[in-house]
């Protein structure tokens, strides 16, 4: 899974703002991601962060700034120019959204293989053999049981049903995914199964991600860069690591200090 | 009925007697400024088949659900040379059938007939007629639920962003659901199809039996959902594909029997449970067809001859 230009950016970010009524979304949101590069989002509740995931992820409009994809074919394009065709089309191939509430990305009166099989039969698969080949190999990918394809979602536990929303959306091969706190609701020995599943395949297909989460752990294992936010602005950014571990800015300090020790 | 009463002489069932037209109404009930907007959104309809053309549906006389829709596509079309024929589940002379027939009689005065070949208008309820149509006819149908994606999308604003963006993803999903469940495509009625290679589109409650008829037909169809305030169209000689897959490809329903009366074995067969000991027979839901067979001296296993030739060859 290689990007078509290996040294340009695979998303750009520039002076992203959102706001709602004199409210502020987002402010004045610059960065750029790299194919294969993993960015952490994180902040308090209200900070910002969803609001900056449903702009870049081509969910909501932005009051002001750009959000450009690197597509396949044309380049760097500003999503927001592209006609709701393409933009749709780029956001069920290219791209994958997981979200918190696994309700919101399933369809949860069709069966787990359905499920899976969706993208592709909106591509374009018409051969009913083929596409529960390809929803088979996937559920086994996010470890899933094979007895389980043809049972409804609602019948699954919480872990499997963010393991399946994970398999639907990288059925496509997407080379972007948006991960809105896909973790946060699950038990700790869950989350650790479900981080350990998504660190190794976005390793292996090299897919970047930017994650939304509160969770300092889950950054920490996860990502590579890591930005924090506080009331719609991006307060600190850098390497996961030095960020976590010599935070400059108070907030920053704060927040690593909240951690609750085990 | 007491059993005092005498035994009135055979009379002829209310559907055979003619019936005058009233005094009072417009011509064909609606007024005139109605059928001119239910025309505008027909020929909309027409000039992007499968597409859902929205309409100020009117209140009927009868209630929604019994062919308002319709009704309405009918009174916009229908001319006093027209000759309109009205079937309900293929037959003339169930209820829903007769009282429309009646309904237009009375208010337009036009001849109404039973023969599918007579009339130049058609107005169905869940069949196509087996005899092909011609491209001097019309075939109206009844819809109750137009919007083929309402099953998996309940959403109106999605439905129709779907449609615009040719989103028929999940139409396959359901597809696949049914195999996935009972190893074939279960779907026998309201089969969707795709019209013209753009707009899925639900073809009414016909049986999927009847889906390969409306593919290139030679008349006409149009669809009014009254309830719902749709019309749309497919023009004569138009491309109407059922959705399938490859592995999985349409079929249509076929039957071991024939028709105990006429003995068609190229009809759409109901089932008719003629007593209590589990007998039964299959006949042709479509009446005309049926009929017209037996007159031209086909029978069936439980069939009467009807040729005075047969009748002597009974004897």
Known sequence: MMALRDNGPLLEVEGLTQKYGHQIGCEDVHFSLYPGEVLGIVGESGSGKSTLLRCASGLMQPTAGTVRFDTRVDGLQDIYALSEAERRMLMRTDWGIIFQNARDGLRMNVSAGANVGERLMAVGERHYGSIRDVSSEWLEKVEMDLGRMDDLPRTFSGGMQQRLQIARNLVTKPRLVFMDEPTSGLDVSVQARLLDLVRGLVRQLGIACIIVTHDLGVVRLLSDRLMVMRRGRVVEQGLTDQVLDDPQHAYTQLLVSSILPV | MSMTQEAQPWQAPEHDKPVEQVEGYNFAYLDEQTKRMIRRAILKGVAIPGYQVPFGSREMPLPYGWGTGGMQVTAAVIGEDDTLKVIDQG?????????????????????????????????????????????????????????????????????????????????????????????????????????????????????????????????????????????????????????????????????????????????????????????????????????????????????????????????
């Open chain 2, 91 to 315: 037959a003339d002379d169930t209820t829903n059938a007769v009282n429309i027939r009646r309904f237009f009689a009375k208010t337009a005065g036009v001849a109404t007939t039973e023969k599918t070949s007579d009339a130049s208008l058609i107005q169905t309820r869940h069949r196509i007629p087996e005899k092909p149509l011609t491209d001097d006819q019309i075939l109206i149908y009844q819809v109750p639920i137009p919007e083929p994606l309402r099953w998996v999308e309940p959403r109106e604003t999605e439905t129709r962003k779907m449609h615009a963006l040719e989103e028929y993803g999940v139409m396959h999903v359901s597809l696949y659901e049914s195999i996935a469940r009972f190893g074939r495509i279960t779907t026998a009625y309201n089969y969707p199809v795709q019209v013209n290679g753009r707009y899925i589109m639900a073809p009414s409650p016909i049986p999927k039996f009847d889906n390969p008829k409306m593919h290139q037909m030679a008349a006409l169809q149009l669809f009014g959902a009254g309830r719902e305030k749709r019309i749309y169209a497919v023009p004569p000689y138009t491309d109407v594909k059922s959705l399938d897959f490859e592995d999985h490809p349409f079929t249509i329903q076929s039957w071991e029997e024939n028709c105990a009366l006429c003995g068609a074995d190229d009809s759409y067969l109901d089932e008719v449970i003629t007593d209590d000991a589990g007998g039964k027979m299959y006949v042709c839901s479509d009446s005309d067809y049926c009929a017209e067979r037996r007159e031209a001296g086909h029978v069936g296993d439980q069939g009467e001859p009807q040729t005075p030739a047969q009748k002597g060859a009974a004897e």
